[in-house]
């Protein structure tokens, strides 16, 4: 049923593509999902023992679709707002910029590498991994190299502090290698937020090329 959903997606993108609508489908995907979670407990704990991404099953080579559909399974309110509040505000321009099939190949590959890049570093837990931040966290590096000099939002403790994204991406990226290099995890994958981040760097730089290399 959960894979069936997500491949159902495909269908809409024959009418999203010329237009940032990929952004739109993949947030309503989210939100549908974690309501369907609201709506049955029971169903939700299923969800996440069977669709979560479990590290050690993942090196063993085990349930390898699972890096696909826990970037679509969320923990709580919070984990689904805050994610897909930062797909909404970068995505859009991101998408825009690269063409949508682009976006979708770089909005899936940075979440199924930062799966990967999570496994690798935390091989032996077999806690369930779950949630669309490794894939948002590519697109706001993807933005940053878009539009450097854009604003977005980052936190000061609880204090939400507007800076250029070029700012932010560097605030990210030693925060979040700290958070590695310390073994802080606090129920948070920030290896996965890492390896989404690089990934979304390394995508970008392939694609901007291309995509004006097309426009001419």
Known sequence: MFVGCISGL????????????????????????FLTN?????????????????????????????????????ADIIHLGMNMFFLFVTGDGVERELGSSRFLV?????????????????STSAIPTIGASGA??????AFAILFPFRWLITLLGFIPIPVPAIIFVFITIISETAYVASGVVENVAHTAHLGGFL????????????RRLKEK
Do not use: R
């Open 10 to 33: 495909w269908g809409c993108l024959s009418i999203a593509y010329k237009i940032a609508g990929v952004t739109i489908l993949i947030i309503a995907a989210n939100i549908i999902f």
């Open 38 to 74: 609201l709506s049955d407990p029971e169903l939700y704990i299923q969800l996440v023992q069977n669709y979560g991404l479990v590290p050690v099953q993942i090196i063993e080579g085990k349930n390898l679709i699972t890096l696909v559909t826990s970037m679509f399974l969320h």
């Open 106 to 122: 770089l909005y899936m590959v940075c979440g199924i590498i930062a799966g990967l890049f999570h496994s690798y570093l935390n």
């Open 136 to 141: 948002v966290f590519g697109i706001i590096a």
């Open 199 to 210: 990934t979304g760097i390394f995508l970008t730089l392939i694609f901007i090329p291309k």
